[in-house]
């Protein structure tokens, strides 16, 4: 167990408990964000959270109801409605890579052999090899979750939106974010900013890489250089929900800056399987009567049995599912 360490905030004096594993830390009275040697973080952005308590809310049941409809889900309890700042680091960087190697092409070619009456056309595969010579050439926003092996429920979500949101996020502010909920928690930062950078740099080598190995079938060299335009601590408001239907507890994940619903869980109810195993029962009956008047021709039945077989596949695959993942 690591030891608590006692800090006092220098902007607003509040006492601040911080682990000592803690990379970045943030004071939950004003919100400034630490780095762990106590010096302030500037680059302290936030996807402004624009929802209440009571918002949240009304979007679940609204998403549940929707989700819901044909699987009978009533009697339904919200158990958790949780506001978390999810923290991210983002590495934006000019990443330039030259890379030169060779593709190889299979080609045909026509060609004219013989003369007089054995004159005559033959048609040949050749491989040719062509030089590749190209640039990448990018402005990257790079997001990284700083925390180690969490199993936050729609982290990898949040992940992708932040990286297409970036541009959206502003200067934190402690005022505003208490201004539509109070409760939010600050989730604590394992990854150091030298890590954070570190792994951003990582992530652009392997992305340029990878596209020089797919413009190439062999890749003679490869370099990369990137200039860092900015680090930023980024705070992503996410509302954990949890809801008990007939004793089983399902999650669903929301964006608080959009409301929108990264990821849900629906109940599998007895109905659901029922309908489902209805329309496979119905499928088959119906792919048997067409055989049958199909029967003079012996393709178009086949075709349809294979039809009819995949498609109730896929429809009886819902019967046995445990549970339904909107995403
Ligand atoms: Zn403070």
Redesign the pocket.
């Known amino acids: 167990m690591s030891q608590i360490v006692k800090f006092q905030?220098p902007?607003?004096n509040?006492p601040?408990d911080v682990n000592p594993e803690d990379a970045v830390f943030n004071?939950i009275?004003?919100g400034?964000a630490f780095l762990s040697d106590g010096t302030e973080f500037k680059n302290h952005y936030i996807l402004d959270n624009k929802l209440s308590q009571k918002q949240i809310r009304d979007i679940v049941k609204g998403f549940i109801k929707k989700k819901g409809f044909m699987r009978g889900i009533k009697g339904y309890k919200i158990t958790k409605l949780e506001p978390i700042l999810m923290p991210f680091w983002v590495a934006t960087s000019d990443a330039y890579t030259h890379y030169v190697g060779y593709r190889r092409y299979s080609e045909t070619k026509t060609r004219t052999v013989g003369s007089g009456k054995n004159r005559r056309t033959v048609t040949e595969s050749v491989t040719v090899y062509r030089p590749v010579d190209q640039e990448i050439r990018e402005k990257r926003v790079d997001v990284l979750l700083g925390r180690r092996g969490s199993s936050m429920y729609g982290y990898r979500k949040v992940k992708q939106i932040l990286q297409s949101e970036f541009s959206h996020a502003v200067p934190f502010n402690h005022e505003k974010l208490m201004n539509t909920e109070k409760e939010f928690n600050y989730l604590s930062t394992e990854i150091s900013l030298d890590a954070a950078n570190q792994l951003a740099k990582t992530a652009v080598f392997d992305d340029h890489r990878s596209r020089a190995e797919r413009a190439c079938t062999k890749v003679f060299d490869c370099a990369t250089q990137i200039a860092y335009t900015g680090t930023y601590f980024v705070h992503t408001p996410v509302w954990q929900i949890e809801y008990v239907f007939q004793d089983e507890t399902y999650k669903i994940a929301l964006l608080g800056s959009s409301g929108k619903i990264i990821a849900g869980e629906i109940p599998v109810t007895t109905r659901f399987r029922m309908t489902f195993l209805g329309i496979t029962t119905l499928l088959f009956i119906g792919g048997g009567i067409g055989s049958y008047f199909l029967g003079a021709d012996y393709i178009l039945p086949i075709v349809l049995g294979v039809i009819v077989a995949i498609m109730g596949f896929f429809t009886l695959k819902n019967v046995f599912k445990t549970v339904s993942v909107v995403e």
Do not use: G, L
Request: aromatic share 0%.
């Open positions: 905030c902007h607003c509040a601040v004071c009275s004003c400034q």
